[in-house]
């Protein structure tokens, strides 16, 4: 199983416009072009998609090859002269640019594009002046698509749109619909709204495709960009905060190069609005920290935050608890000491360029969209073969995944067994591992699991003439009673078997909190909660006894999937006290929350660099440049993996904690534009054996969490799972963070029969 | 350019009177004689009959030559910069505000705000729309680079109010749709005045 990406790049030589440029064999003539900053004008060419090849505005001239050459398309051969500028490619391309300009609507005045807008910047560079040519025009109304808007005659059917749709988000509504003139861009699942198309809207060069809150809302120019990181989920993918008169208008991102899912996107008004400095409530507060024992709290806070919760162990001996972080931290822990590694070795870029890809224990869509985009950009670039192992299938992930291996819930081990005997089985491994796989009981597993053996065959099968392959790992594992041993089996796949692992942190900042604090469990006593419910009570979603700011009001860093740690700013004002001003009246002594960057734990592998001196750009060629990549250290390693226990499958009701897609936390349900439905969703077969009717009310308790929701049929789901959203537990959220399968008596509320 | 323009005297015919200087007395008898003369001659009351004439004529024949200021205001210059007027089409009586922005961006001062939204005919309408007359300059590069001359300055000079705000409203500027036909056309920045061509008249003195 080796890795495709260790054979050696072939190196080339040519020139460019009279200037010597090297690149690899492979590259295209513009992406060489680019990486040697010489300007070749494009209109539908998108970098982080395959070449489009729509618009002919890239043409070059290459000595001894008859016609113009489309430099986004054409490999770049040894030796060869271009010249990119001349009397004749100006004017193809200034025909280009008058043909675009046919009919297109003069509403650049009210047009939300304009001031940004492709079409405008290239009309005036290749000086069109008027609209030489015009046609009938077809009748062409405006379409509302949900989160975005259609307009066709604005459109230059550019299809950027479609194959980000396709090749990105991999939600495949959009699709051309060919017809010379009135060609127009189609929704083909224009019923399922889709807020991941808000991507494709982010790519559009004129504008055709646009938010639909924010349409007509403000001009490009009157928006004040505030670069920060998306705090949804652990991608934490970069983003602009569009602000103006202390209000956010908008969400953009660097398209070109990375993305953004539709929360992401969409869900931006999350901020702690009108909140002023509370002396007495901050008083109370000095005096809760004084005589608590335990600081519970999400792991939704900043690196820094995390330091000052730890220093403030350090000063004062609390007890750090963080139930989803604790287990994260558990599990990373073990598999390091068979990794020998402090970190998993898997980054989400490389996960797009595997050949083969392995899920398990997670509803990926919804836990992590930005993973499920960069399976499906595996998928669609490399053909690679996607197995999904869950309890419960997922229609949205049908058009990428090859096979869906269902097992039971509960038997996370077996099937963590399972998988590396299947994968290791024809390694050659250390004896102490080949001991372990060979006393492995497979048939007795396989029945335990419910995954057949022909079914792992298949997988290795498919397997077999492939190389890259990655391995996700979701959060269901990290809080199985057998986590640690979970850990250790998955760490082999990595350690023998050169497996791109990611394990996806279960929240935003999982993996930074996980690093930087030492986690207690909970001791009797007086507790302070931070955005979980305590004695005395942090928020930043109201309901709390002392405010605190979002995390787009305040600036810090934030530790991504990818081991980066990727600043954020301030992208709305806050009037009240944050938690460093509590940390200061308790014996801290630094200014800012951002002193702390610098003092992040280096055996940890944070950097000391000031938060100021943090990079946050991509460059030409989409290199990320955000923030700094964590350094993995040594881990010492304990090899030995414990007998595989018997598995306890749940019986009865079972619901399974996943958030519908867009919402992840209490910030996300703010969100007025996102997805607010807050249904137990269930398969007609759950109905049938819960004896419930769609539209019923029913009340159940996980974790000590009451619930009382209305119960819906889903007809996309199958088997006797249903799913049950937290996001909307408020200050409960976090509380739910054990095993996400869990066992309920589901009781009726209201209209009893 | 040569300075014979300039020199050249003849301005044509002008109905400029001279005056009659042809009396200066020259000797000392001579001015006590006309002190004499200007003490007791009746003159006194034909300039005092000039008087009573047009006093009769003003109040008795009508032809009073005093604006009547409030109630009366004489015509300013069109280039004059008072109070912003939000014009409307003249054909369909909708403002003519398309919600660009360029005002609320170009302005120095920062006086302008406004907000927009996707109105119900897949319009952009204005949905608030302020001038800050606090802080506004009145320098006119709002109305200059409105492309669709919608926001100019009128005609307001009378700007003492108890409230900034009763301005700075857009209901406030806009043209009630009852007068419009009363709506003048702006005739753009640094427009002459409408008898500018009467008031020119060529200098009789070099310079």
Known sequence: MSNIR????????????????????????????????????????????????????CVVDVEGVDGLILSCQEKATNGAVIHTQNSQLYKERQNIMKLYNVNHPLECGVCDKSGECDLQNKTMEFGVSGQNFTTKEPFRPVQNWGHISYDPALCIMCEKCVRVSTEITGDEALKVHFGGYSSTILNVKENQNFSSLGEAAAVCPVGALVSTDFKYTANAWELDKVPASCSHCSSACQLDYEVKHDKVYRVTNNAEHSNLCGAGRFGFDFANENVSKDKEAFNQAVKAFGEAKNIQFSSNISNEEALILQKLKELKGY????????????????????????????????????RGIIVMGTRINNDNPMVKYHINMASKWHRARVAYMHPVEDTLMQNVVTQFIK???GSEEGVAALLTYTLLKDIKVP????TMLDNLDIGNLSAETNIGEEELEALAKSLLKKSGFSLVVGADVYAHPRASNIAKLLGLLEHLAGFNVVLVPPTTNALGVSLICELDDAVE?????????????LSSFGEGDLDMPAMNQQEGTLTSIDKRVVPTHVARTYGGYVLNDIANALGLNETYTINYTEQLPKD???ESAEFDALPNYFDAMGNENRGYLLKAQKASANRKIEDIEEIRGLDGVVVYNCNHIDQFTPLTEQCKTLNQDKYLLGSQQFATAGKLRDGDTIGYTIDGVKFERVFKIDTSLKGTIALNPTFDMGLSSALLSSYRFSQVKLERVGNLI | MS??????????????????LSHSPSSGWGEFKQVVSRTFKPELFVGLWVTLREMGNALLGGKMHTTQYPFEKLPISPRYRAIHEMLRLMESGNYRCIGCGLCEKICISNCISMETRYDENQRKEVSKYTINFGRCIFCGYCAEVCPELAIVHG?????????????????DMLTPIDKLNLQQEYQGFGAISPNADDNIKKTPLAY
């Not at chain 1, 690899?24 to 990486?35: C, D, H, K, M, Y």
């Not at chain 1, 006593?525 to 009570?537: C, E, I, P, R, S």
């Not at chain 2, 300075?3 to 009659?20: H, S």
């Open chain 1, 604 to 606: 940890k592998g944070f």
């Open chain 1, 525 to 537: 006593g007086l507790t302070v909660g931070y955005n979980v419910k305590g004695d005395f009570t």
């Open chain 2, 3 to 20: 300075l014979e323009q300039f020199k050249n005297r003849n301005v044509g015919t002008q109905n400029y009177k001279k005056l009659d």
């Open chain 1, 319 to 354: 007890n750090l608890v963080s139930k989803e972080a604790k287990d994260y931290q558990t599990f990373l822990k073990a598999y390091s000491e068979v990794t020998g590694s402090t970190l998993y070795s898997g980054n989400l870029k490389a996960l797009s360029q595997s």
């Open chain 1, 6 to 57: 260790d054979i050696k790049p072939k190196t080339i030589n040519l020139t460019i416009d009279g200037k010597a440029c090297s690149g690899v064999f492979g590259q295209t003539i513009l992406e060489i072009a680019r990486e040697n900053d010489i300007y070749i004008p494009t209109m539908c060419y998108l970098t982080k998609v395959l070449p489009i090849a729509s618009c002919r505005m």
């Open chain 1, 431 to 434: 004896k102490g591992i080949q």
């Open chain 2, 155 to 171: 005609q307001r000079y009378e700007t003492a109010s108890e409230q900034r705000a009763s301005f700075s409203l857009f209901e």
């Open chain 1, 407 to 409: 097992y039971e819930a």
